[in-house]
């Protein structure tokens, strides 16, 4: 069941969308609005603005935006209904009584949480009862030298050896099979007759939000059984690109720094140490989702990889990822272990503390790496090994940084610096040459609209779809031209109408301002996702950047929808239909000369 108009609109008008987005991003006042660099794409010059009088958002580089509505819709991964029980949650209003929370699979996040929950406490149940959990609890006592303190503070458990175990105990506490399957707890057979658990013989890791809401689970299974690592798929509760293991502990001594791991067992090992500032990505690699993540946390990232070629090859991409966001990175190279696990249960925390502290920067590492690999003493390998090199240096934006790093690489090459300048400039010409040919078809392909996945329409008739982003951006921003639409004063209709989307806005529009409470922005996100909903306020920011806004602009826009609708209507009709029209209509306009 949906929420009421009056509710929605309360629980809009309750939140400081300053405050809200303030949490995410870091932001700056200008003026009247809000300025700072967009959670949702990666970007180094700011282009997400906050509009605090109009309760808005916009970014000008990736066009998301909206209401408070639309925010947490995207950064927590939210459909319409879930966002404004967050919001009204975090208002403290009162649900509705008769108001629900649907999902696709018909199954509520908060429905989901809480079978998470429950199957937490199973979990651990399971793993502190010795004739049940006593393998699980072998592996983290004996194996992995964890304390009971810290077994418990992470939530450890273990998924019993038995394909019924979890799902008997939860059919108990009331959750249907669908449910199960719907939190990923449970799997269909495959003759479709029953479920079974998913998660068998696996010692098990909660995944927790920076709420401390029980949102997946990973488990680590104990024989020899593929895969090693499983990882709860996607549900109403959780998308792996957006969430890091233990951010929920992290998130509170982190403004200095982070360490990125690969694995669970690294970051507890960390946390258990006294590095609390250790998170991993879950199962997966990094993401750019994940990227801003950190950026809303930290200024330093310090990647702790596996050092065997798949560790250095994602720590590549790490960095890669993390630097786009403006992220500090530094790579943690552990000599004598393989990953920071092994390297503190030999070594010991002080020594893991120090070797923190000589971290090497993005480019040191990656020029360890190339070097590693070419002897210098041959003039071909050190050809190659300077080549690399100076592809990496023509990387950095900041003509300091290039500098800096052109240094190190002579020092190393022992090859002047001014030589090496020169391959770095040619290889940044080359690049921003590729990237303007790129920028040329992208544009033309912007003009003609092609690729639009959110009004693909457009392409088949782009003067149209011009009109009607103006029609659409016009009857956001005045109520008299709706007014006028309204009475008929301006003749204009759904038929008049080329692409879809722009026909489901326009009818979207006219309902709601006929409505008892009139149009507001926030409440079309009941029909519109977020992506539509940004490409609505876009329609509606571009006419407020333009001088001309008037009724003769309006009128105009109108005129051009209806002159295509009614050469479309003249090319359906037959030959001789459309013969005697046009003579009619050149009768008629001689008349009027």
Do not use: W
């Not at 929920?248 to 669970?264: D, R, S, V």
């Amino acid at each position: 069941m949906r929420f009421s108009d009056n509710f929605i609109q309360e629980v809009v008008d309750r939140t400081d969308i300053e405050e809200l987005i303030g949490r995410y991003v870091p932001l700056k006042r200008t003026g009247a609005n809000l300025l700072g660099r967009c959670p949702f794409h990666s970007e180094k010059t700011p282009s997400f603005t906050v509009t605090p009088a109009k309760k808005m958002f916009y970014c000008f580089g990736c066009q998301a935006g909206g209401s408070a509505i639309t925010f947490v819709q995207r950064a927590e991964n939210m459909d319409f209904a879930e966002a404004i029980e967050f919001l009204a949650n975090r208002a403290g209003l009162p649900l509705p009584k008769e108001s629900g929370v649907p999902q696709e699979s018909g199954v509520s996040r908060k429905r989901v949480l809480e079978m998470n929950l429950e199957a937490a406490k199973f979990f651990r149940a399971c793993l502190f009862d010795p004739a049940i959990g006593g393998v699980g609890m072998d592996y983290f006592r004996r194996q992995r030298r964890l304390s009971e303190a810290t077994v418990k503070h992470f939530g450890l458990g273990y998924a019993p050896n038995d394909f019924g175990a979890l799902r008997d105990h939860m059919r108990k506490k009331g959750y249907s099979d669908d449910e199960l399957v719907a939190a990923y707890l449970c799997a269909r057979s495959q003759k479709g007759k029953g479920v079974y658990d998913i998660f068998r013989n696996r010692v098990m890791f909660p995944i927790i939000d920076t709420s401390g809401n029980v949102v997946a689970f990973g488990g680590r299974v104990m024989d020899d059984s593929k895969p090693k690592y499983l990882n709860t798929s996607d549900t109403p509760a959780f998308k792996k690109s957006r969430h890091l293991f233990a951010l929920n502990f992290a998130k509170n001594c982190c403004a200095e720094k982070m360490i990125l791991c690969e694995g669970y067992m690294d970051v507890i090992a960390l946390h258990a140490a006294g590095f609390e500032y250790a998170v991993a990505t879950l199962g997966t690699a990094i993401t750019a989702e994940h990227a801003r993540i950190f950026s809303k946390y930290t200024q330093k990232v310090i990647i702790s990889y596996d050092a065997d070629e798949a560790g250095q090859n994602a720590a590549n991409k790490a960095m890669r990822m993390l630097g786009e966001v403006g992220m500090d990175v530094r790579v943690l190279k552990l000599e004598g272990a393989k990953d920071p696990d092994e390297f503190i249960q030999k070594f010991g925390a002080d020594r893991f503390r120090r070797t923190l502290e000589q971290s090497r920067t993005g480019f040191e590492y990656k020029a360890g790496r190339i070097l590693s690999r070419y002897d210098l003493s041959d003039g071909a390998q050190k050809i190659r090994a300077s080549g690399e090199l100076c592809a990496v240096i023509a990387e950095y934006h900041s003509p300091v940084e290039r500098e800096v790093y052109l240094s190190y690489a002579a020092s190393k090459l022992e090859l002047p610096n001014d030589v090496l300048r020169n391959t770095v400039e040619q290889i940044r010409r080359k690049r921003r040459s590729e990237q303007a040919a790129r920028e040329r078809q992208e544009a033309q392909a912007t003009v003609k609209n092609f690729g639009d996945r959110i009004n693909p329409d457009a392409a088949k008739d782009p003067k149209a779809a011009a009109a009607e982003e103006a029609v659409i951006g016009l009857l956001l921003m005045f109520e008299e031209y709706r007014n006028a639409v309204e009475k008929g004063e301006i003749p204009l209709s759904e038929a008049d109408f080329v692409t879809e989307f722009h026909r489901r806005v326009f009818v979207s529009i006219m309902r709601r301002h006929a409505s008892e409470s009139g149009l507001h922005f926030e409440l079309m996100g009941e029909e519109f996702d977020p992506d539509e909903m940004g490409r609505i306020q876009k329609m509606e920011v571009t006419r407020r950047q333009l001088s001309q806004n008037g009724p003769e602009i309006f009128r105009s826009a109108v005129a051009v929808l209806r002159g295509i609708r009614q050469d479309r209507q003249v090319s359906d009709m037959d030959l001789n239909t459309r013969l005697a029209y046009l003579r009619e209509k050149k009768m008629k306009k001689n008349e009027t000369t």
